[in-house]
């Protein structure tokens, strides 16, 4: 595309800017009105139309259900019925009570009328619809009695109950119940009344509702939960999202702009009291939005028919724009072609198409000035060019300067690069034999260093051996003590083991004669001499062990007397030890020494070494940067000869250039 444009004519390409700029101007004018329309409108459209259409329509069902709420409130008012309720609801009574109820069910034309009685006692629900009145007692824990029970606690003067009974099947009513002022001994109602509203008229009437023509109403309740609406109404949740709950406010009207399901929305909500029930609206946005869109599309539409106009004014216009243009390309390019610097450009412009002519007449000039000098100056580059080759030394264009190339200083040059090449590959190879002395150096100065350690490592071996054997012959010393202490403590148990031992003789000895005196004193001795024989036998058990422990203690004895002989042996064994283990220790000590000397020896040689190796280093890189110096000054005469070359074929070439512009 930007191809394209670059080689459309002047004319055409003002004749497109143009139109394009008239186009994006209108559309964005017109786009920016819309804009500011549809702003407005939406203003309008949430804080004043749709809340007094929804303000409308909630007196609208209010007004609908007052009769319902007003009539329940006097039925359950009612004082007769009260009266009844109190009376014990007889059933001489329930015919007048049908009557009423029938009464209101004709006023209202409502589907049921009902009334719960309670008179303390007994609580009956009766339940008036199609002209047949059902009575049945209420029970607490029966679902279809929660709704009362429930009313009950709530204190609440009256409640707009959705719900179903056995009486009225399975189609959900809008049950209207009031409670009575009067109150029982409980201090509950004696009756809750009121009329159920058939949810199919209340239906009816929210879903005719319409704003424009795809508006749609809806009963919510207090939760956010859809009870009556149409089929087509998208929101059924309110609670579903923190946009949609900020719509149930019982305090003032709420209309927002939202997105559900796809389809941009505005929805209202007001709160009915006597419903107890927010009343909803939602409404599409294209509903009020079209008219706003349509009017856009036919606004562009005579946009565009006025830029048609426009442009069929602006081509010939374009065109009157760019001929003067056009006759100072034309007179450029024959000045181009001729290459006639003499030439002049004419234009009947005074403006800034004048003045371009102007300044170009006078680069003109200025060029005829510069070829001019650059033709007198070509000779002179000619000759410099032809000199700098010759003193280069390379083959020139010129014969007479072929017998020279060999005394050329490019040849110097070259020949001197090749011998400092040859010195320096010499003296790498010195410098590669220096390294190798000064690693095997190193090598051998880590091994005297290994050595050395080694040799240290063993002296404190040797120091820590001499320290143990010390405390072994110490400990074996204290044991050799501490054993020959043992047997003197058993030879003394020994002695202990033969006084008991004459104790036991002796208990024996003490133990026959009470025998003896037991037997002579006859029947009444009987129990004294079982003691006796009791004491005997207890003293042979004593003999008998005091002889296994003499036993034990003999064999003790035997044990401590070979302890002590090994013990000794191994005081002598120990003594010796640390006789050869001090000598070991001198000998490592002068190995010591001789490995430290011999350290110092390997790393003053490695010192020695690297010092030498750093010298031939040194060397080498200044020769390499001699090499590669001699081997630039050899590059950089070569590119001055080619330079000097092309010097000489740019000067011809000048020379013909010049020749070309008259």
């Known amino acids: 595309m930007p191809s394209l444009w670059k080689h459309l004519p002047l004319r055409s390409r003002l004749f497109v800017s143009f139109g394009v700029l008239l186009a994006v101007i209108l559309a964005f004018s017109l786009i920016l009105q819309s804009s500011f329309h549809t702003s407005s409108r939406v203003t309008s459209l949430i804080e004043e139309e749709l809340p007094s259409r929804l303000e409308h329509l909630g007196s609208e069902v209010a007004l609908r259900l007052s009769p319902s709420l007003e009539m329940s409130r006097n039925l359950a008012s009612n004082t007769y019925i009260e009266r009844w309720v109190r009376d014990g609801m007889p059933e001489e009574g329930l015919d007048d009570v049908k009557k009423e109820m029938a009464r209101v069910n004709d006023l209202l034309d409502a589907g049921i009328v009902f009334i719960a009685g309670n008179d303390g006692d007994t609580a009956y629900y009766h339940h008036y619809q199609k002209g047949q009145l059902n009575r049945r007692v209420m029970e607490r824990d029966s679902n279809d009695d929660a709704w009362y029970f429930r009313f009950l606690k709530s204190n609440a003067p009256y409640e707009l109950n959705l719900d179903s009974n056995e009486f009225s099947g399975e189609q959900l009513q809008m049950f209207v119940n009031y409670r009575s002022l009067q109150q029982n001994p409980q201090g509950e109602p004696v009756s809750v009344a009121g009329v159920g509203i058939d949810m199919l008229h209340l239906a009816e009437m929210i879903s005719a509702y319409r ?23 998208l929101v059924r949740d309110f609670s579903a999202s923190a946009e949609l709950s900020s719509l149930l406010n019982r305090d003032k009207i709420q209309v927002l702009e939202t997105r559900h399901d796809g389809e941009e929305l505005f929805v209202g909500s007001i709160w009915v009291e006597d419903l107890q029930r927010f009343l909803m609206v939602e409404v599409p946005r294209s509903e009020f939005m079209g008219a706003i869109n349509q009017q856009l599309y036919t606004s562009l539409l005579i946009g565009a028919v006025l830029i048609l106009l426009s442009l069929l004014v602006l081509y010939p216009l374009s065109g009157s724009l760019t001929r003067p243009l056009k006759a100072f390309q034309e007179q450029l390019q024959q000045i181009t072609h001729s290459l006639d610097l003499s ?320």
């Open 211 to 233: 704003l424009g023509e795809t508006g749609r109403a809806s009963l919510v309740s207090a939760d956010g939960q859809v009870q009556v609406a149409p089929e087509a109404t």
């Open 343 to 662: 030439q002049r450009i004419q234009v009947p412009d005074d403006a800034e198409l004048g003045k371009l002519a102007q300044q170009t007449n006078g680069l003109l000039e200025k060029i005829h000035n510069v070829i001019t000098a650059v033709s007198s100056s070509s000779t002179q580059l000619n000759d410099s060019a032809n000199r700098l080759a010759y003193t280069a030394g390379l083959v020139s264009r010129n014969s007479d300067l072929q017998d020279e190339v060999s005394q050329s200083m490019a040849a110097a040059v070259e020949e001197m690069s090749s011998s400092v090449a040859e010195i320096t590959s010499t003296m790498e190879e010195l410098s590669t034999s220096s390294t190798q002395i000064a690693d095997h150096s190193q090598s051998v100065v880590d091994v005297a260093n290994l050595t050395l350690d080694n040799s240290r490592k063993g002296v404190d071996a040797m120091q820590h051996l001499q320290e143990r054997m010390g405390d072994i012959y110490s400990d074996s010393q204290q044991s050799l003590a501490e054993i020959m202490e043992l047997g003197a403590k058993s030879k003394q148990i020994s002695r202990v083991m033969d006084l008991i031992n004459d104790l036991a003789d002796q208990t024996k000895l003490i133990a026959f004669n009470a025998a003896l005196e037991a037997s002579s004193a006859g029947e009444s001795g009987k129990r004294f001499s079982v003691v006796a024989s009791e004491i005997r036998r207890l003293a042979d058990s004593v003999t008998d062990s005091t002889r296994e422990i003499e036993d034990r203690i003999q064999e003790i004895q035997d044990s401590i007397s070979r302890l002590v002989i090994t013990s000794e042996k191994g005081s002598n064994s120990i003594q010796a030890g640390m006789e050869v283990s001090s000598s070991t220790a001198e000998d490592l000590n002068a190995l010591l020494e001789a490995a430290s000397q011999t350290s110092s020896a390997a790393e003053q040689i490695s010192l020695s070494t690297k010092q030498q190796k750093t010298a031939s280093s040194q060397v080498v890189v200044a020769l390499r940067d001699i090499a590669s110096a001699s081997s630039h000054n050899a590059q950089s005469v070569r590119s001055i000869t080619d330079i000097s070359e092309d010097m000489v074929a740019m000067s011809d070439q000048l020379n013909e250039l010049v020749k070309a512009f008259k």
